[in-house]
């Protein structure tokens, strides 16, 4: 250990001679201007100071390695009897970390730039890049920089500047270059890596924004987080892809480009959703860029819907019945804020004539919607206008009083939890119902078609004007 101190001395020594044997710093003029290859004189001077911090550089290896070699370990003996005593000259990791920590900060001290180049590079190259980000030198960023400069397919190297940049609250500096490594074209950056960068830069441009608010700043943070919002659906996309993918080569091809490189909105919709006719990824998409067109949206959620119908052919009924809700309410928490991407009308008719042809429960439907928080007063209104319009279905389906159906199954949901209509709505809500009760059984009874049915749901709304009646009286 004594000799290893005393060779270190000596070395820092010939280092410190060696230095003042370039008066005019021709080698780190070389190094500065990109190392040509035609400047012999600084080259030759670089190469011997280079040797010399070497010998510097060696000696903390020879310490990193004897740190990495956990001698005090417990291993197997290799003799019968008590353990070895320890060579009270042999340095343990522990003193192996602590000298190469003194010799380090020694080293760092100097005001040789080149020299902190030298200690730099050892230190990237040894894996040590956290202890890099921990110098304090206005002479790492020049480093860092000219390396992402010089070598700009070395990822490694713009990771630490963007991490730099970070560490000293550079934070606009640390966004830029996230967004340009997420924007980078590259199979060695996955989608996900490029999500997580965007991530990051928008964090660090919401520091910045906090520390200023300047309108630059604040357009830069707006175009991070839309870029965001985008790779994201990109990634439902690759996702999407990847969930139905073949052999067929289209799938492998498309997988690829959706994870080298970032994509605008359009080649998403026209290359990607439209081509593997990914409904929901479309809606997505249409959703995200603010388009709107009723006919592709009611489209779009048919198709939805009829995929589901289709992937649980050989389900039983309740499965199905459950799947189709799950599907149609963690859609509907994306877009029910906005009736132009979840049309409710549209949805509960599309539904109901779904649950009619496969003689579902009258129910699912509207606790579905009532779970998204849709107001059932709200959908005792669409259900009503639906059953007056007399869509021409219900009577090819010969179920014409299918809705009736449910709009009873509805009221009487009500009757059993009132709370379901906030209570400063409830006295006209139902007022409402009991006219509207008055004029279905009108309905019914001038109806000559299913007398047992039509008996029945007589009875059922005579059943139900009494509890509105009840509940109107305790109002």
Known sequence: MVNLLKTYKERLSSWQG?????????????????????????????????ECYKCITDIMEELLNTSRAHPASPSLPNKPGPPATPDPHQMTSQQAEAYIEAMLNQALATDD???????????????LTERLLEVNSPFVEPYLKRATQYKPDNLDMLDLLWKYYEKTRNYPAAAKILCKLAERH?????????????????????SSTLRTSSATEGEFLHELEEKLEVARL?????????????????YGDALSLLNSELMDITKLYGDFADTFELSECKLAIVHCAGHYDQQLVQALWQEIIERELEETTNKAASSRVTILTNKLVSLGKI???????????????????????????????????????????????????????????????????????????LLDYFCDTPASVVIHERRHFITVCLDAISSYKVELEATAQMPDVIRRMLAKFKQLQAKLDRMLMGK
């Not at 080149?114 to 190259?125: G, I, Q």
């Not at 990109?234 to 289209?250: N, R």
């Not at 059953?387 to 009873?408: G, N």
């Open 186 to 206: 590259s199979t060695d950056i996955s989608l996900q890596q490029r999500i997580e960068y965007l991530s990051r830069a928008v964090m660090c441009a919401k």
């Open 18 to 50: 060696k230095s003042k044997c370039d008066p005019q710093n021709l080698a780190i003029h070389y190094y500065k201007n990109g190392e040509p290859p035609e400047d012999i004189q600084g080259k030759t001077v670089f190469m011997a100071r280079y």
């Open 335 to 409: 877009y029910s804020s906005s009736e132009r991407y979840f049309p409710v009308s549209f949805l509960v008719l599309l539904l109901e004539k779904k649950s009619c042809q496969l003689n579902w429960d009258s129910l699912w439907v509207f606790k579905a919607f009532l779970s998204l928080e849709v107001p059932l007063s709200r959908l005792y209104v669409i259900y009503d206008q639906h059953f007056k319009a007399k869509d021409p279905f219900w009577q090819t389906a010969r179920s014409p009083l299918h809705l009736l159906e449910v709009i009873c199954a």
């Open 113 to 127: 730039e080149l020299f902190h180049v030298a200690l730099y590079d050892w230190l990237v190259d040894q894996g």
């Open 234 to 250: 990109q990634l439902q996309v690759f996702e999407s892809v990847a969930k139905i993918a073949t052999q067929d080569p289209q």
